[in-house]
């Protein structure tokens, strides 16, 4: 891959990003044996990675992007392009993924807790100033954490080239991600070197909780911040909600995010 551009400060502009990222994913085929669902096409990205200046991080996107129960979403519940009815070519899948937040069925009981932290930092999704990536493009079922060990590493490494080009060559600058399970999987990829720089103590139903906070470099260096906390899974009170996620917002605020 040549990094000299981004060793030089300068970046693709916006459009000629886009071009190749439908160039790349006419390319794109699935990893085999990786628990991928058939018909699906992949996701680049949740958002505009060519315009925003924040991305946030997961494993893959979640089967319910695409299917209700064992069947595709249908007609105008549709979130993303698939192959349900033909091979869907790479300009929709692109603009799918470009302007999912802007359509009206965006996953915002998943998107909705990172949406409002973002927004404790000055970022959103729905602006375009923040987007989600995954290190896999893929949805799979079952869900990744129920992957056999090498569905899980075909997964992964499959793609792993394509999330380097995105955060190398777009205006992204900050990497954030959510959760044990993602800091332990990312942990555990190329490119990415995490460490433990401090805590935050938080109360959940009642009980008092410890939840780490970690920093460190992703792809050529991009600045990457975590918690270890998964937000979307927290089961408390609106306050201590409030409390958890000022305090997770104060601290990135604090490291210029």
């Known amino acids: 891959m040549d990094t000299s551009l981004k060793s030089r400060g300068e970046k693709m502009d916006s459009g000629t ?61 549709k979130r993303l392009v698939d192959d349900e009815h033909g091979k869907a070519n790479a300009v929709d899948i692109w603009f799918g993924c470009q302007n999912y937040f802007k359509g009206a069925n965006a996953y915002w009981p998943w998107f909705g807790a990172l949406e409002e932290l973002l927004k404790g930092v000055g970022a959103s999704y729905k602006d375009g100033s923040a987007c989600h990536l995954d290190l896999s493009p893929w949805a799979t079922f079952p869900a990744y954490g129920q992957l056999t060990p090498t569905q899980q590493s075909n997964l992964l490494k499959h793609d792993a080239e394509f999330l380097d080009w995105q955060i190398i060559e777009s205006p992204i600058k900050k990497v954030l991600f959510n959760g044990a399970s993602v800091h332990k999987t990312i942990s555990e990829s190329r490119n990415f070197y995490l460490q433990k720089v401090g805590e935050i103590k938080y109360t959940s139903g009642g009980h008092s909780r410890t939840s780490d906070l970690v920093t460190g470099d992703g792809p050529m260096g991009a600045s990457v911040f975590g918690w270890t906390v998964n937000i979307q899974a927290l089961k408390v009170t609106n306050d201590e909600r409030a409390d958890v996620m000022a305090k997770i917002a104060n601290w990135l605020k604090e490291n210029g995010v």
């Open 17 to 77: 990003l886009q071009k190749q990222a439908m160039e790349k994913i006419t390319h794109m085929t699935p990893p085999i044996d990786a628990g991928v669902i058939a018909g699906t096409t992949p996701v680049v990205s949740f958002g505009d990675f060519t315009t925003a200046r924040i991305a946030t991080l997961g494993i893959n996107p979640s089967s319910k992007e695409f299917m209700s129960g064992e069947n595709f979403i249908q007609g105008k519940k």
